[in-house]
């Protein structure tokens, strides 16, 4: 027996796909600037808090890192409401996402920090700056920097692992391939749509963070 492909049902559910891809843009923008700015936060107070807030970041990054973002997704969302804090699909995701990039980028920014030059403190102590303004306008560019790759390959992965949030109901791409192939029973090209777009949001997000990294740190590029 001969499979035949079809594609002809591009035509009639493209708002569909098209959907689904701008929610996944969206999460990936929410999850990102978001879980970044949370990232710096907790690399800041695990390596300048006071001892118990240093406890609580260090518990938070080894829950998340330990444990399967599936199962974070489902915690917020079916878990939460036992609390009484009832969330939408798409604000469970977000927050998910948030939450779970927030973790790695604490860990990745921290080695940034630490991999600075102890001169770089120094100078900003001997110009009278506070620990948190050293921090700032001292070491956290010139950290950035140095862990930018890094940074920009875990987003991406996030951005990947967003397909998962199809499980509670948010509607992004991969709903968007499910929904498809249940209507059609094209599972193959459905699939396999998704998965060039997949692909195509990677490449584009990577290079985009390349570009926004020569943006933000031009003297890299002149290295």
Known sequence: MTYTF???????????????????????????????????????????????????????VELIRNTPFL?????????????????GELEAANIAMVVNLGAYACEIIRAGIQATPKGQF??????????LETFRHVVLVP?????????SSQLVIVMLGSA????????????AANFIQSRTFRAFEAYFVSTL?????????????????????PRRSSR
């Open 6 to 60: 079809n594609f002809d049902w591009i035509a009639q559910y493209w708002p569909v796909i098209v959907k689904g891809i701008l929610i996944t843009l969206e999460l990936t923008f929410v999850g990102g600037v978001v879980g970044i700015l949370l990232g710096i936060l907790c690399a800041f107070v695990k390596l300048y808090g006071a001892a118990p807030l240093r406890f609580v970041v260090g518990a938070y």
């Open 71 to 87: 199962v974070q997704l489902f915690f917020i969302f079916f878990g939460l409401p036992a609390l009484g804090v009832r969330l």
């Open 122 to 131: 120094e100078a900003g102590v001997s110009l009278a700056m506070t620990r």
């Open 143 to 151: 950290s950035l920097q140095r862990i930018w790759p890094a940074l």
């Open 164 to 175: 998962v949030v199809s499980q509670i109901a948010a509607e992004d791409l991969t709903y």
């Open 197 to 217: 777009i997949y692909l195509v949001l990677a490449i584009v997000l990577r290079q985009a963070m390349a570009g926004l990294g020569v943006l933000i740190f």
